[in-house]
C-alpha cells in the first residue's frame, strides 16, 4: 500500500524560509513523478512543483524563483524548500505521487502559515 507522510509545516513570518519533507512507502519511489499541491481556505487545491523522475522541474509561476523541490531515490523523499514567503502562500501544502499503477496518491497535507 503506497503512503506518503508530509513534515516540516508551521508559522513563518512574512519573508521567511521553511522546508517541506514528504517520505513515501510502498512503492518503487524512483519510477514516479513526485510533487507539491496547496489549497488555502476558501480556494481550489493548485499545483506548485513537481520533479520527474528523470528529475526535470516544473513550478507554478506564483512560486518560481522562491521555492525548490528536489527527490532522494534513495530515501524515497521529496522536499520542497521554500524561501521569501509571502502571506498568500499560507496553505495546507499536499505531497502527490503521479502515475502509480494508473492512479495517483495524495499525503494527508501539512499546513503552512505566513503571518507576522
Known amino acids: 500500500q503506497v503512503q506518503l507522510v508530509e513534515s516540516g509545516g508551521g508559522l513563518v513570518q512574512p519573508g521567511g524560509s521553511l522546508s517541506l519533507s514528504c517520505a513515501a512507502s510502498g512503492t518503487i519511489f524512483k519510477l514516479y513523478t513526485a510533487g507539491w499541491y496547496r489549497q488555502a481556505p476558501g480556494k481550489q487545491r493548485e499545483f506548485v512543483a513537481h520533479?520527474?523522475?528523470?528529475?526535470?522541474?516544473k513550478y507554478a509561476d506564483s512560486v518560481k524563483g522562491r521555492f525548490t523541490i528536489s527527490r532522494d531515490n534513495g530515501g524515497a523523499t521529496v522536499a520542497l524548500q521554500m524561501s521569501d514567503l509571502k502571506p498568500e502562500d499560507t496553505a495546507v501544502y499536499y505531497c502527490i505521487l503521479e502515475g502509480v499503477d494508473e492512479r495517483d496518491y495524495w499525503g494527508q497535507g501539512t499546513q503552512v502559515t505566513v503571518s507576522p
Open positions: 520533479i520527474t523522475s528523470s528529475y526535470a522541474t
